[in-house]
C-alpha cells in the first residue's frame, strides 16, 4: 500500500484514475498526475494556459477526469480545461459555463469531454484534425436514464423504494450487469435484462458514494470513509479498510486497488492550511491509496525507497513508518 499526497495542493477535490495512472484536484487550483506503476515516478502538475495566471487564490479544480490520451478538469467558476497527455503540461481546449459544474465525463477513447451544470450537459469533441467544438448541449431532468447507444431508445429507468442512487458503475462491468449504490447505505447489483436487483448488500454506515464489480466480487466505498469488498457468490464481505472523508473514487483491476478519501468540508474551520506549513492539519486534506496485491511481480526499481535502504542508515523514517533498527535490502 501506497499514500499518494501533494502537500501543496492543500485539500483533495477530486480523484480519477486511468491504467494505473492517477489524477488529482485540489483547492489551491493544482491538477496532479501520479503513475502508480512505478513508485519513482517524478509526478507532474499540470499547469494553466501561459500568461493566464492572475492574482489572488485560483479557483478549486472541483473534478477531475483522465483517459489513456487525455485529462481534462472542471473548476470552480465554471471553467473547463483539456490537456493531452503526450504534448505537454499547458491546456490544448477550454470551455466555460455559467454555473458551476456539477459533474464531468471523459469518453474511455477518443477525445470527447461532457459536463453538466445545472440542468444543462455540454459535450466537447475534437475532429480528426484536432480542432475542439461544441458536439451537442441540451438540458435534462434529474433521472437516471439507460439507453442503448445503437438504436438511441430509452432500455430503462433507474430508481425505486429504497431510496435515491448516489452513484453507479456500468462501464466497468459485466454485459448486461450495472452495480449502483444509494442514499440508505445498500449496494446493488442489477441484471438490465430483469426488473429487480440480483443481489443486495449492506455493510455502510452511511450512503454508497462509489462502486465497481467483475464477474465475482463488488468494491464499494461509503460516506463514512470505509472501502468494503464483497464476494457476490456467497453474499458476504471479504475484507474492509478504513479511512477519514468519504470515498470519492475507487478503482480496481487484478492485481491493483486505488481508493480516494476526499473531505467534503473545504474550509475546514480552525484550520491553517498554508503552502508555508505543509504539515499541519493533515488529517483535513484527503488522502489517495494505491495498493498492489502482486508485489513480487515487482521489479526492483518499483519498490518504494525505504525498503531499499542499506546497513549503511541506522534509521528509517517515511512519514508514518519508522524503523528503529538497521534494515536490510529487501
Excluded at 4 to 29: F, K, M, P, R, W
Excluded at 50 to 74: M, Q, W
Excluded at 236 to 254: D, G, I, Q, T
Excluded at 295 to 306: G, K, N, W, Y
Aim: proline residues 5%; aromatic residues 8%.
Amino acid at each position: 500500500m501506497s499514500q499518494l499526497q501533494h502537500e501543496v495542493g492543500n485539500i483533495l477535490c477530486d480523484v480519477h484514475s486511468c491504467n494505473g495512472v492517477v489524477i488529482a484536484g485540489y483547492t489551491s487550483g493544482d491538477v496532479k498526475l501520479w503513475d502508480t506503476r512505478t513508485w519513482d515516478y517524478s509526478a507532474p502538475i499540470l499547469e494553466p494556459e501561459h500568461g493566464s495566471v492572475e492574482p489572488g487564490p485560483r479557483p478549486h479544480a472541483s473534478f477531475v477526469r483522465i483517459n489513456s490520451s487525455l485529462a481534462a478538469s472542471a473548476y470552480e467558476d465554471g471553467s473547463v480545461k483539456v490537456w493531452s497527455l503526450l504534448v505537454g503540461s499547458e491546456p490544448i481546449h477550454r470551455y466555460q459555463h455559467n454555473q458551476k459544474v456539477q459533474t464531468m465525463a471523459l469518453s474511455t477513447e477518443g477525445a470527447t469531454v461532457a459536463t453538466a451544470a445545472g440542468f444543462q450537459v455540454r459535450v466537447e469533441s475534437a475532429n480528426d484534425k484536432g480542432y475542439w467544438g461544441t458536439l451537442a448541449e441540451f438540458e435534462i431532468q434529474k433521472w437516471i436514464l439507460l439507453y442503448n447507444v445503437e438504436t438511441g431508445q430509452c432500455v430503462t429507468q433507474l430508481g425505486g423504494p429504497l431510496g435515491d442512487f448516489t452513484c453507479l458503475n456500468l462501464q466497468e462491468s459485466p454485459p448486461n450487469m450495472l452495480v449502483a449504490g444509494n442514499k440508505v447505505r445498500r449496494v446493488m447489483v442489477y441484471d438490465l435484462r430483469r426488473s429487480e436487483p440480483v443481489s443486495s448488500f449492506h455493510g455502510h454506515q452511511l450512503g454508497v458514494s462509489g462502486v465497481q464489480m467483475d464477474d465475482w466480487k463488488v468494491v464499494s466505498g461509503g460516506e463514512e470513509g470505509l472501502v468494503c469488498v464483497w464476494d457476490q457468490r456467497m453474499g458476504s464481505k471479504l475484507w474492509e479498510m478504513h479511512a477519514r472523508h468519504p470515498v470519492r473514487h475507487l478503482r480496481f483491476n487484478s492485481h491493483s486497488l486505488i481508493t480516494a478519501n476526499v473531505p467534503n468540508e473545504k474550509t475546514p474551520r480552525g484550520a491553517s492550511i498554508t503552502d508555508d506549513d505543509l504539515t499541519a492539519h493533515r488529517r483535513h486534506r484527503g488522502i489517495i491509496y494505491s495498493y498492489e496485491f502482486f508485489v513480487d511481480q515487482l521489479v526492483a526499481e518499483s519498490v518504494l525507497p525505504i525498503c531499499r535502504s542499506s546497513y549503511n542508515e541506522t534509521t528509517g523514517y517515511n512519514y508514518n513508518i519508522g524503523l528503529v533498527v538497521p534494515y536490510d535490502n529487501i
